[in-house]
């Protein structure tokens, strides 16, 4: 077994440590969304790493449920052309929140 030097340590340079953990995507809220029928998705805000705010909503095609991206205007969009002010005025609040979350962070 070796022993170890206190010498040696000491003119030993420091060295960075390596970061661990990789920049994540990070949920910024959600909201449903009011669609005729008894399926009402969600819509939930993500800020990813390089910045970019996306909303991923699970819409049902034919058999299951599949997942889109999509940006804040598609929803502001789909509110506006379905006269849903409270819908467009929670959309708005978590675009808000989200470019915060994003100036916080610094993405």
Do not use: C
């Not at 993500?46 to 095609?61: C, M, N, S, T």
């Amino acid at each position: 077994m070796e022993t170890l030097d206190a010498k040696r340590i000491a003119r030993t340079p420091s060295q960075p440590v390596p970061r661990l953990s990789r920049p994540r995507v990070r949920k910024v809220g959600e909201l449903r969304l009011p669609i005729a029928g008894p399926y009402r998705p969600r819509a939930r805000l993500y800020l990813w790493p390089d910045g970019r705010l996306l909303w991923q909503v699970r819409l049902w095609e034919y058999d299951r449920p599949v997942a889109h991206l999509v940006r804040t205007e598609v929803l502001r969009a789909f509110a506006e052309a379905n006269r849903l002010p409270s819908t467009l005025a929670e959309i708005e609040r978590l675009h808000r929140h989200g470019v915060e979350e994003r100036r916080r962070v610094g993405a």
